[in-house]
Structures are given as C-alpha cells and as structure tokens.
C-alpha cells in the first residue's frame, strides 16, 4: 500500500511537511483581517495549519462578550487516570446489551475530561467566530489545555477499555487547541508542554493499535477515532509520519467496507449497528476532510469506498430496516435525519467539504448548527462556514 502524496509537492520527500500557502490562502486572508481588526499579535511561523482560525463572524456562528469582559471558566481537575471496563453486559457477545451500572461507571470516569473538552471547544469556537474575543480566549483554552498536558492527563490507562477509547478525547482536546494556537503569540513554554504531550499520545496511539489492540477493534470505530487523534497531532506537529499512520489506518478500516457501503465491524454489533457505522464515519470524514484539505489525495477507489459508506449511512437513517436486515435486528437509531442527535450527524459538515451535494446540504440547513465536540465542535462553522474547507476536496486533482 503507497504512502499517501502532496498534491502540491508530489516527489518530495514524503516526510517532509510542506507548506500549503496555495491552498490555505484564504483562511489566511481572514485570518489578517481579524488581526488587524484587534491588534493581535500572531507568530510570523503560523502559517495556517488552523482549519478555521481566524474567522470573521458568520451568520448562525455564536456571539461571544466583548474582549475583556469575561475570565476563563473553571476546569475541571487534569483527569490522569482511566480504570474502566465495557459498558456491556460480558454476557452479549455483539455487545449491544448495555450493562446499566457499568455504562454509568463509564460516564462517571469520563466526565471531568468530556465536561473539559465541551469547555475549551466553546472557547475556541467563539475565538475562530469572533475576534473580540480570540485574544482572551485563547488565553483560557492554552492555559486550561497546559494544566492538563503538565499533569499528564491520560498518563495511567489502566484497562483495555480505556487505552481503546481514550483517543477521542485526545483529538478533542488537540483541535481546540489547534484552533486557537496560533491567534496568541505568547505562552511559548505552555505550547511546548502541550505538544510534547500531544505527541507523547500520539506515538502511544500509533504502538497501542499497531501491536497491542484486540484485532477486531483495528478494524473498527475505535481506530478511525485514534486515526482523527493523531490527523489532529500531525498538523500541529507538521508530522508526515502521523499523517501516513492516519491513511494507513483509514485504509485498513475501508477495506473492509462491503459493495453496499456497510461497515461489517460495525453491522456486527445488533442493535447498535448503524449507530456505530455513524460513529465511525465521524472521525473518518473529519480526518479525511482535515488530511484533504492539507493537500493529500486519497485514491479514487478510497473516496468512492467513503462516499458509499456514507450513503448506506444516510440510506438506513431514512429507514433503519436496511441496517436491521444486515444485522439481523431492529435498529436503535430512528428513521428521518431530523430525528437523530444533532452530535451523531454534526460530521456530514465535514463530509461536505469533500463532496458536493445540494440534498444534503438542504436537509441539514434546519438542523444548524451542528456540534460535536470530540471533533472540535461547531462543525457548522469550521467546515461549511470555512473558506478553507469548501467543498469538492474529493477529485479536485485527477
């Protein structure tokens, strides 16, 4: 399987990360505009590998204070160690019978690192809409992001379950950051900390699910969410390798993706099954967006598996029996677009930044915005109200 290509530096060296002035130009332009609207000082080097730094404000995106008339928020404490086991009963081999207790002793675990992660998504996202409050912001998410990173938050995952899942909260946390970076020329000690970290996660993500993971989880949800993790890690790090793992493992995943675009990994899980084919392509088509857009191609073969993948997914949210033929049960997800939780959804922005397609595009205007904040929330405003992140990505370059 080949090393995925620079369009715009196709031969060079495929370790060396190039710069993607050309096609970053225009969140560049914005992003000058709204430096100069504030006077904010921004590092000469940050040369936009912010997907949606910078913003002016748009239409639907939320209006923050005026700069200076809020404080960061309390964080909650650095979660550094997770020791949790399935949410399911160990009785359902398809694990889709929730054990009750242990899915809240899941939740509990969590929810200082998700409450944390909804915090400085908001913050960044007000940032990106609104440069009254970018400065300020981006004060808060570094600040609030180091006290995790120097703690060494996730530094004791003491059960399989948690080195499985743990990823999403890394890229989570790694987009917030990433979104707003760049718009604070200070803090220099607080970013090195942060990326040491950032990278620590990353290279652990790459050896846990290279040699470690249980091999049906390779092929799975959970890979693509570490693959979005590490996507995230790898343009802030400017990191090729870590964009090569991301193809590889985008790569191993639709592979396994049948004629009819099903995700058998997924379908296996009963009455879950296309509740997980849609967890699974919200990492997959934001990391494929964010590598895209990067000026990495995908084969057309590998776009058109997506593409499928993603209308069987639309296809069973319009009726479920679809799903439930394949997996052999009545689905928990129910039928009509409008009906689903706008956080399992919220990825088609993404997704729409590789292709263009005017249903879709009507059938979620009513839903906006849509916010998922493992992906780095408003997902309205970093993708379709992003001119760096249009659609069409996909065959943009034959």
């Known amino acids: ?105 899941v939740d509990a675990a969590l929810k200082d690192a998700d409450d944390f992660i909804r915090q400085v998504t908001a913050l960044a996202n007000d940032a990106v809409a609104n440069p ?15 006290a995790w990173a120097a703690a060494d938050a996730f530094g004791s995952l003491e059960t399989e379950n948690a080195k499985m899942t743990y990823s999403a909260r890394v890229g989570g946390i790694a987009s917030a950051y990433r979104q707003v970076r760049d718009m604070e020329d200070g803090l220099a000690d607080e970013k090195a900390v942060i990326e040491a970290w950032l990278k620590k996660n990353g290279d652990f993500l790459i050896a846990y699910w290279d040699n470690d993971a249980p091999p049906k989880a390779r092929l799975g949800n959970l890979r693509l969410w570490a693959a979005y993790a590490v996507t995230e890690i790898a343009l802030i790090a400017k990191n090729q390798d870590y964009i090569n793992w991301a193809f590889s493992s985008h790569r191993a995943v639709l592979a396994t993706v049948a004629e009819d675009g099903s995700m058998p990994y997924e379908m296996r899980r009963g009455k879950f099954a296309l509740h997980y084919q849609l967890h699974a392509l919200a990492p997959l088509t934001a990391s494929a967006a964010l590598i895209c857009h990067h000026d990495y191609s995908y084969s057309a073969e590998e776009e058109a598996v997506i593409m499928q993948a993603v209308a069987f997914a639309l296809a069973a949210i319009d009726d479920p029996g679809k799903a439930a033929a394949i997996a052999g049960v009545q689905q928990s997800v129910s039928a009509g677009l409008d009906n689903q939780e706008p956080f399992t959804i919220a990825w088609l922005e993404a997704y729409l930044s590789l292709v263009s397609d005017g249903d879709i595009d009507r059938a979620l205007q009513p839903l906006r915005p849509l916010s998922n904040s493992k992906l780095g929330g408003d997902l309205t405003l970093l993708y379709r109200n992003n001119p760096a992140m249009q659609p069409g990505c996909f065959r943009k370059v034959e």
């Open 1 to 105: 399987m080949t090393e995925p290509k620079e369009r715009s530096a196709v031969g060079q060296d495929h370790h060396a990360f190039a710069a993607k002035d050309q096609a970053l130009s225009a969140v560049e332009g914005l992003a000058a505009a709204n430096r100069s609207a504030v006077s904010l000082p921004r590092s000469s080097s940050a040369l936009g590998l912010l997907a949606g730094a910078g913003f002016l404000l748009f239409s639907g995106s939320p209006v923050a204070a005026a700069e200076g008339e809020k404080t960061c928020p309390d964080f909650p404490p650095p979660t550094v160690t997770l020791d949790y086991g399935s949410r399911y009963d160990t009785a359902s081999a398809d694990r889709s019978s929730l054990d009750e207790q242990s899915d809240a002793d």
């Open 132 to 146: 009254g409050v970018a400065a300020a912001n981006a004060v808060c998410v570094i600040n609030g992001i180091h």
